[in-house]
């Protein structure tokens, strides 16, 4: 997926253990996203960013933190992983709103965590 | 919670039938997409319609949105067995983007 990249992209950990994963754009896009997949949810907003050290909450934050120093990295944390969290996290970018409104998203690879 | 909800949750077809995905909504959208994903990879992007806009096409894709009924569909003609993927709507209210659980298309040769 040119212009964003997602590492690690597979991590095993154990329960209670903090794990960092990283999204990287070369794109200059203002807003960045994560969200977490899990079968039969579809894609749910964990947090997203709308710019550097400006971020807001999704409709599952609960236990996720992040943290935006530079336009370029979007780092998602989960302070003490639990098997809840067991997922595929994507990260997605996208542009300022152009003149109509519109904000389409370009999708990282993903990464699947297994909480053990 | 999930602001689209696509119907139905799997479709399979014969390659050069027409596929039908309908996806309803709860609130108010600036805007619709829908994104298809090909099994183990990101979303990819197909098609935007407006919250102003009753119907677009884009080469074999057609989507159709009624703000009344806070619904939209995604009919894609003449598939093809390259069309097997999930696809999903979402809406988009004030760049807070949502996506439903996906439909998963299977198109059988």
Redesign the interface.
């Known amino acids: 997926?040119a212009g964003i990249t997602q590492s690690p992209r597979h991590k095993v950990t154990e329960t209670g253990t903090p794990v960092t994963l990283r999204c990287h754009q070369t794109e200059n896009h203002r807003?960045m996203?994560w969200?977490r997949q899990d079968p039969?949810?579809?894609?749910?907003?964990i947090h997203?960013s709308?710019g550097v050290k400006d971020t807001d909450k999704?409709?599952v934050s609960d236990g996720y933190s992040v943290s935006r120093s530079k336009t370029e990295d979007f780092l998602l944390t989960l302070e003490s992983a639990t098997s809840s969290q067991t997922s595929v996290y994507?990260c997605?970018i996208s542009p300022a709103?152009d003149r109509?409104?519109?904000?389409?998203?370009?999708?990282?690879?993903?990464s699947r965590l297994t909480v053990l | 919670?999930?602001q689209?909800e696509e119907d139905p949750q799997a479709l399979s077809i014969q390659e050069g039938e027409n596929a039908t995905m309908n996806c309803s909504y709860k609130t108010s959208i600036?805007?619709l997409?829908w994104?298809r994903q090909n099994s183990?990879?990101?979303?990819?992007?197909l098609i935007?319609i407006?919250s102003n806009e009753r119907e677009k096409h884009s080469g074999r894709l057609r989507v159709t949105l009624d703000t009344s009924k806070k619904s939209s569909s995604l009919l894609i003609t003449a598939s093809r067995a390259a069309d097997t993927a999930s696809y999903?709507c979402?809406t988009?209210v004030n760049?807070?983007?949502?996506?439903?659980?996906?439909t998963r298309l299977t198109v059988k040769p």
């Open positions: 997926d807003y996203y969200y039969g949810h579809g894609l749910r907003l997203y709308y999704g409709e994507f997605a709103f109509s409104g519109a904000n389409v998203l370009t999708f990282g690879a993903g | 919670s999930q689209g600036n805007n997409q994104y183990g990879r990101g979303l990819v992007h935007l407006r999903f979402a988009d760049n807070d983007m949502r996506f439903g659980a996906g």
